[in-house]
Every structure is written in structure tokens, then in C-alpha cells.
């Protein structure tokens, strides 16, 4: 290989040492900077540090000045730089920029990369017959390809990977050891020769060669079958998502009778997105978060000429869509040519399996046939989730590409933390320093595989970033899985309630870069509307507006509470709080089911009635009022339901808002109950106009908070706020009475957002 010629336009010769943090690792950055060197005459060589790139440039002084922009201003796409040292060294008369060896610290400033989609340059080659990786499933470069899901352990180099059985071809070696190639170091570089292969199996049946193997998934999947597909970060169920028997038996197979499905479309027309349109209106937010690196489900609108199945989501009007984001995707939805049920191949609130043996073994009932690959999967990794709402995505869900998430604290924490999150929607969050990396979804902790996961991925974490937890951070109930498993490490261990965190969750996201939290800074006013969640005073909260700032919040108003007949039952049935409204505000409900009668008398003694404020357990109310559903199959479904059927605006229900005790306020909610019996208005405009009206209960509540205590921010954090209605109504209220509003873009709302509420809650409290 030809050395460009150096410029020898100056005698005087610099030299400076470069520090750069950030998204550097697996992204091509250090090739980028040796052709960069290169190209500007200048010598010297750059070395990767377990986390930190270094660079070390020689040179007259205008050209290393320009080159030290360019780093990082010029930095490939999937990077994210950041100089965090710049200083002036003794020039060694080193003539030839160079790529060092990786070399390990202890200091860790890792940034461990996520798992990226497809880039145009590979699948432009997936596509070419006559290159030698045409239409090989496992194509990737510096700028694409899985990281994540198959690191075992920094730095990220090739023997660290689950690639380090894969040895190179003498042709794929040439262009890993090129330093001006796009492979150069692209650690998952492989090719038909010497790379992973597909294997179709089903029954006794085997299909070893790749092609052959995807032939077959493809008829399998034309004919109507179910076929667990190996992806990235584990399996995918998949079915045709315009055959209304595969889909109905699948959902019969996997016991899943209306939780939504997800789909793949094909990457079609210019864009990519013109199968997509067909399928799902799309507005310009919507169509670059289906195109963006990270290629989430996106929650998007069916179109009326829509052909998915409708039982895809049944009794919904979004679907959850994404495009094919690995090669082996790019080639299955071309061959079928149409959408895809992807679901996540995994028991009812499990993590998504990754294993060949045990998916084989654990799905044999679901699936008929299997299409298995030889790479083995480090960890789990399930696809991420976005709505988007009030005109920006907003993650349900962390997985695939956009996790570990890490964010930058307001103050540096005394000692490493491990914050463990709830028992639903899990996440864990790991904090040192002034960093905070947040998990991809774990799940609901109420399997034993999901636990096994749970604590997988909490030792995970800190093996790969180098930290050591020396706090362990937990929900204040002590009968979640994930606050009895804190308690048994033999660490000190914070417990912190379940609003606290949710409150804290969007005060730390969008807190002032200046200060630290808790001194001095403006109070936030912070709605936590969700599901139940152990209050401070014993009963099960939800409907909370929380005055203060993380660490010093205190409870300025809630929703009526109402005593749930059969206590967690509630969740699932929704009647069941349908018949506690009505019998707080003494109404009757026609259509009671047989339950209703022996129950009451159970309800008026206070038995397994635990007293609750949630706005999540009125969402259901309303939903089993108005017919829509008796039992859930899926925790939300009432509310989605509910928010569904809703069309044209409608005028909100006037609710009192009065103080029941000294600084505590309560809005009542009962000329609701009424309102939804209402059988002489339409179901849709009451649908609507129960919206509106707890839209207004956040006015109302905001409004009073300005009132007594001069708030100006507010912050809508809880799993309610995944619905887009009253979230987009809220925000647009508070904004029109001169609020900063605000609703989290970084970290869900839901209880996926409580692992890094606890790191931020903790945070603010006065140190031991």
C-alpha cells in the first residue's frame, strides 16, 4: 500500500496529544482518523484505551489545529467524540501516522456501542451479484452490524467477541488489516467463506446451506407457517401479517389474544418507506424515526387501504411498524416480498430468547419450523418502541440500537450505584462518576427466566463498563423481585418510592446543566399518573402532582382514591374498578357482571380493598364503563382501547378540585362516572371527553401550584402518559397558560424510566 507523500511546506514542526471520550469504539472512528492524518500530511498514530481513543500528531501547527476540528467535526456518522484533552507534546520526528494496538487501563471510560442497522454501503453490496458478499446474511462494515449483543468483553476487539471462533479468510484478513478500508478492525467482518451460516430446521428436517435455508423460511412463511427467526439480539416469531389464520394462530399458539404485534415492511422505493405509506400514514416525525440508525418500532396510524391483518392489533387504530434492519431481514422481506409479523420470540413477559437449543426446546409448540444461525448472541436485546407524541418520538421501550442509553447526571455521584427499577417494564440503571447508563428492557420480573436475566444483566453491565456498585437503589415495596434481590446482596441499599423516582426520572433529564440538584434550583411540579405504586402513607398511588425538586418532593395533589375490590386483580380486570367508581359515587352500572352482587358487600367491609388514587385504575374504569373491554389480556389494554375509539374533540367534565388536608388538594372525579353512563351520548364523544377532562385536571392542578408556590415547570412522568391524547392535550394546555411543560425523550415514562428516576433521586439526597 502507497503511503500519501507528506507536505513539506514548513520547517516548523508541533506536535499535541489528543484525549477523545464518547462513541468511539466500533464505529470506524479509529480509520477514520488515520485516513484523516493522512490525507492532512501529518504524522504520529492513534490508540484505543479501553473507552478513550488517544491520538498523538505531529505536524506544522495550522494543519494539526485544522485536523484536531476535524475530529471531531467531521467524525463518521454512528460516532458521537468528544476532546475531552487537548496538550502541547515534544515532537518525536515520527514520520508515518500509524494504528496502535488497543491497549487496556484501568481507568474506565468505556462507551459500550449499541447494535447498528444495515448501512447503504453493505446492503448496496448485498444486492450486487458480483460481489463476493452478495446476499450474505451477515454483512457488516466499521458502520453497521451488531456491537452489544455480542461483546464478552472490552476493549472491542475480535477475540473479545462471540466472532473469535469465525477465523478470516485470507481475503476478509486483507481488508480487516487495511487500515484505509471500511473493514479495517470492523470486529463482526465475515463473508460466505469464513463466516456464520443460516441452518432451516423444521421437525426432523435440516437445511445447512445458507441460501437453500432462506428459500425455505421464505415458503414456509408464503405458506402460512410460523418460523422462529434468529435475529440480532434473539428471535423473532414470524408469521405473514396479511393471513388472518397465521396471525390468529399465533396469537392462539403464544396464548397472546390482543396484545399488539409488531411488523416488518419491506425497505422499498427511494426512501425506503414506500411499502411503509401503503400501509401507515406517516408524517415527516414518524418517517425519520422508522428511518433513523437505530430502527425502532414506531407506533404509527393504519391507513383506510391498509392490508395488514386486523388482528394485528385488534381494536386499535396504530400498529407498531419497523424496517428490516439487518441484512438477514433485507433479505427475507425481499424474498417474501411483504409485511411480517416480528414479535418477540418469548413466553408471555419474558425476555426474548437467544439460544438455539432453548428456543427449539420452549417454542416447538408455537412455532413449526425454525431458521437458526451459527453466531451466538452475547445478550439479549429486544426492539426498541417509539410514539410519537406531541410532535417528538418518545421511547416505550430501550433495546435494540438505542441501549445501553447512557446520559450525563447533573453532579457526579459519591459511589458507584446500581439502581435496580421496579418489578414491571424492568430496567436497571448503573451510575459512577457524572455517567448513567441505562439497561434495554429486561421485562416483567415475575418469571424465573425473567429474574435470571434481571441479574445477568445487572453483573453484565458492570463487568463491561469496569464499575464496581458499591450502593445498591431500589423501589421502596419490598415484595418486588428486583428490591428482594437488592436486599440480599449485602450491599447498603436506598430504597426510594415508586413516584419519587418517576418524578425524579423527568426533573434529571431535563435538569439545568448549572448546580447541583437540590441547592437552590426553581421546583418543579411533576405529575406521576400510573398503574399503582407504593405510596409514602401505605395505600397504592398513581394520581399524584409532587411539588419540590429531586430529593425534597412532597405531595401537593392527587386524584380521589377509590378502594379496589380484589386488590392486584384490579390490573387485569377492569371491571373491577368500574364497579368501585360507581359505588364511591353511589351510581349503578347496568351492566355489572354477575360478580358485582357478592362483591359489594366484600368492598363495603374492606376486604382485600386496598385504597388507591391511580389515574391508571380510572383509565380502566372508563374503559369497562363504556363497554370496551371486562377483562385485560395485556396490563394497558383498557386504556389503549379507550383511547382509540376517540375521534373529534369534546368539552371536559367540570371536577372540583378541593383541599382534604393541610396543603394536600384532591380533584373528584365522580361527575365523570355519571358522564360515562351517559348512554343517550355517544361512546366516542364520551371517550373523548373523559380525556379532555383529565387534561384539565392538570390545568387546574398546575394552575393552583403557580397559585401558592410560584411553579413554572412541569413534568408529566408515568406510564399514562404513553397515551398520546391526553399527553398532546395536557402539554398543549399547560404551554397556552404560559408553563414550561415537559415529557421525557431520553427515558420512557413508564416504569422503564425508574431504574435511572432512582440514580437521579439518590443523587439529591444529603450524603451519609
Not at 511546506?9 to 493522512?38: E, K, M
Amino acid at each position: 500500500m502507497r503511503e500519501p507523500p507528506r507536505q513539506n511546506d514548513s520547517s516548523r514542526t508541533a506536535a499535541r496529544r489528543l484525549r477523545v471520550d464518547g462513541r468511539v469504539q466500533g464505529v470506524g472512528f479509529r480509520p477514520f482518523v488515520y485516513r484523516l492524518a493522512h490525507s492532512m500530511g501529518l504524522g504520529g498514530w492513534v490508540q484505543n484505551q479501553l473507552g478513550e481513543v488517544e491520538v498523538w500528531v505531529e505536524g506544522p501547527p495550522e494543519r494539526i489545529a485544522a485536523f484536531t476540528r476535524a475530529v471531531i467535526d467531521q467524525a463518521p456518522p454512528l460516532a458521537r467524540p468528544n476532546l475531552v484533552a487537548s496538550e502541547t507534546v515534544t515532537p518525536t520526528a515520527d514520520g508515518e501516522f500509524t494504528i496502535r494496538s488497543s491497549r487496556a487501563q484501568t481507568a474506565a471510560a468505556i462507551h459500550v456501542p449499541p447494535d447498528y442497522f444495515a448501512c447503504d454501503d453493505c446492503l448496496r453490496e448485498l444486492e450486487d451479484p458480483a460481489d463476493r458478499r452478495y446476499r450474505y446474511p451477515f454483512i457488516n462494515c466499521t458502520q453497521c452490524g451488531p456491537r452489544y449483543t455480542l461483546i464478552c468483553r472490552l476493549p472491542y476487539d475480535r477475540p473479545n467477541t462471540t466472532m473469535a471462533a469465525f477465523e478470516l479468510c485470507p481475503a476478509c484478513r486483507a481488508e480487516y488489516d487495511n487500515p484505509l478500508d471500511r473493514r479495517f478492525h470492523a470486529q463482526p467482518l465475515a463473508c460466505p467463506d469464513c463466516g456464520p451460516q443460516l441452518e432451516f430446521v423444521a421437525g426432523t428436517h435440516r437445511i445447512g446451506r445458507t441460501d437453500r435455508a432462506l428459500s425455505a423460511c421464505t415458503e414456509a412463511l408464503r405458506a402460512g407457517g410460523i418460523v422462529a427467526v434468529k435475529g440480532i439480539g434473539g428471535y423473532h416469531l414470524m408469521c405473514d401479517a396479511r393471513n388472518d389464520a397465521a396471525v390468529l394462530q399465533l396469537r392462539q399458539r403464544k396464548h397472546r389474544p390482543a396484545k399488539p404485534l409488531a411488523v416488518m415492511i419491506p425497505r422499498t422505493g427511494t426512501d425506503g418507506l414506500a411499502a411503509m405509506r401503503t400501509e401507515v400514514a406517516l408524517d415527516e416525525t414518524t418517517a425519520e424515526a422508522l428511518l433513523d440508525p437505530v430502527r425502532p418500532i414506531v407506533l404509527a396510524r393504519r391507513r383506510p387501504a391498509c392490508t395488514l391483518s386486523p388482528h394485528i392489533a385488534p381494536g386499535l387504530e396504530e400498529v407498531g411498524v419497523m424496517l428490516p434492519y439487518s441484512p438477514l431481514h433485507q433479505l427475507l422481506l425481499g424474498e417474501f416480498g411483504g409485511p411480517l409479523v416480528a414479535t418477540s420470540a418469548n413466553l408471555s413477559g419474558e425476555p426474548v430468547l437467544t439460544d438455539n437449543e432453548e428456543v427449539t426446546q420452549r417454542l416447538s409448540h408455537v412455532a413449526e419450523s425454525f431458521l437458526h444461525h451459527n453466531r451466538p448472541i452475547e445478550r439479549p436485546a429486544d426492539d426498541p418502541v417509539l410514539r410519537v407524541i406531541a410532535g417528538r418520538p418518545r421511547p416505550l421501550r430501550l433495546g435494540r440500537g438505542n441501549a445501553p442509553r447512557e446520559l450525563t447526571l447533573p453532579a457526579a455521584v459519591d459511589v458507584p450505584l446500581l439502581a435496580v427499577g421496579g418489578h414491571m417494564k424492568n430496567t436497571v440503571a448503573l451510575a459512577w462518576d457524572r455517567r448513567v447508563v441505562i439497561s434495554p428492557h429486561v421485562g416483567d420480573l415475575e418469571a424465573p427466566r425473567s429474574i435470571a436475566v434481571f441479574e445477568a444483566v445487572a453483573a453484565d453491565l458492570q463487568a463491561l463498563y469496569g464499575v464496581r456498585a458499591e450502593r445498591l437503589v431500589c423501589d421502596a415495596h419490598r415484595g418486588y423481585a428486583s428490591s428482594r434481590w437488592a436486599r440480599r446482596q449485602g450491599l447498603p441499599v436506598t430504597p426510594v418510592f415508586h413516584h419519587r423516582a418517576h418524578a425524579s426520572a423527568i426533573a434529571g433529564e431535563f435538569a439545568d446543566a448549572q448546580g447541583e440538584p437540590g441547592q437552590d434550583e426553581e421546583p418543579w411540579l411533576v405529575f406521576t399518573w400510573d398503574g399503582v405504586g407504593l405510596g409514602e402513607d401505605g395505600t397504592l398511588w398513581g394520581g399524584e402532582a409532587l411539588l419540590g425538586q429531586p430529593g425534597q418532593w412532597q405531595r401537593l395533589a392527587r386524584l380521589r382514591p377509590m378502594f379496589l375490590p380484589g386488590g392486584e386483580k384490579t390490573g387485569r380486570e377492569p371491571w373491577r374498578s368500574a364497579l368501585a367508581a360507581c359505588w364511591e359515587t353511589g351510581l349503578t352500572w347496568p351492566e355489572a357482571p354477575p360478580e358485582a352482587g357478592p362483591l359489594h358487600g366484600i368492598w363495603q367491609r374492606r376486604l382485600n380493598c386496598p385504597q388507591s388514587s391511580a389515574a391508571g385504575r380510572l383509565f380502566d374504569a372508563a374503559a369497562a364503563l363504556l363497554g370496551l373491554i371486562e377483562r385485560a389480556s395485556f396490563e394497558g389494554q383498557g386504556p389503549m382501547l379507550l383511547e382509540a375509539i376517540c375521534r373529534a374533540a369534546a368539552e371536559p367534565v367540570a371536577l372540583p378540585l378541593h383541599e382534604v388536608e393541610d396543603g394536600l388538594w384532591e380533584t373528584d372525579w365522580s361527575p365523570l362516572i355519571a358522564m360515562l353512563l351517559d348512554r343517550a351520548r355517544p361512546r366516542r364523544e364520551r371517550a373523548a371527553a373523559f380525556h379532555a377532562s383529565l387534561a384539565q385536571v392538570l390545568r387546574d392542578q398546575a394552575r393552583l401550584a403557580r397559585e401558592r408556590h410560584g411553579v413554572q415547570r412541569i413534568g408529566l412522568s408515568g406510564g399514562v402518559f404513553q397515551n398520546r391524547l391526553l399527553s398532546e392535550t395536557a402539554l398543549a394546555g399547560l404551554r397556552e397558560d404560559g408553563f414550561d411543560a415537559y415529557l421525557g425523550v431520553e427515558v420512557p415514562s413508564n416504569d422503564a424510566g425508574l431504574s435511572y428516576g432512582q440514580v437521579i433521586e439518590v443523587l439529591a439526597l444529603p450524603k451519609d
